[in-house]
């Protein structure tokens, strides 16, 4: 978790002197979650025979208790250049749209966290639509329409402070 210092304060305990002080300390948790270290990472693959335009729904399992804004890379590794991708949780009833083309042996990178989409490394926010796509805890159903490509979801797993637990 990480917090910061807002206020500190002190004063001594009257009749002490220096000897004994009373102070306070105000600290700010601006994210108020424990993460795991290592990032977890699931690839699902979509392939389909012949290979076509086609919706595919899987389960994505954020194994933490809080909700997730993952980094999602969806990579035209399949010998396809990808265009008109849809990504839509159920779950959290979230979708998006990608209107650009992402070329064959690059990645469109959406990171939902930070609300930015990048295509082969260059900002493209201006063919994304819809809302950015994130995880509740437990089991998601996504499904995603477009060509043949991987599809992955990457984050830190995050719990609760254990005082809100």
Not at 6 to 28: K, M, R
Not at 81 to 108: E, F, P
Request: glycine share 8%; net charge negative.
């Amino acid at each position: 978790a990480n917090c910061y210092k807002q206020d500190f304060s002190w004063h001594p305990v009257g009749g002490t002197g220096l000897t004994a002080i009373l102070y306070t300390v105000v600290f700010f948790l601006h994210d108020p979650f424990w993460y795991l270290e290592a990032a977890v990472s699931h690839p699902h693959v979509v392939n389909t025979s012949p290979p076509t335009t086609t919706s595919e729904t899987w389960t994505e399992t954020n194994d933490g208790r809080q909700f997730q804004y993952p980094l999602i890379t969806i990579a035209a590794n399949q010998g396809f250049a990808l265009s008109n991708i849809t990504l839509a949780n159920s779950t959290t009833s979230t979708t998006m749209t990608y209107a650009g083309t992402v070329a064959v042996g690059t990645s469109l990178v959406i990171d939902s966290a930070n609300y930015t989409v990048s295509n082969a490394g260059t900002g493209d926010l201006a063919n994304f639509t819809g809302a950015f796509v994130h995880l509740a805890a437990g089991a998601n159903s996504v499904t995603f329409t477009g060509d043949d490509c991987t599809v992955t979801f990457a984050y830190r797993i995050r719990f609760n402070t254990p005082a809100f637990d």
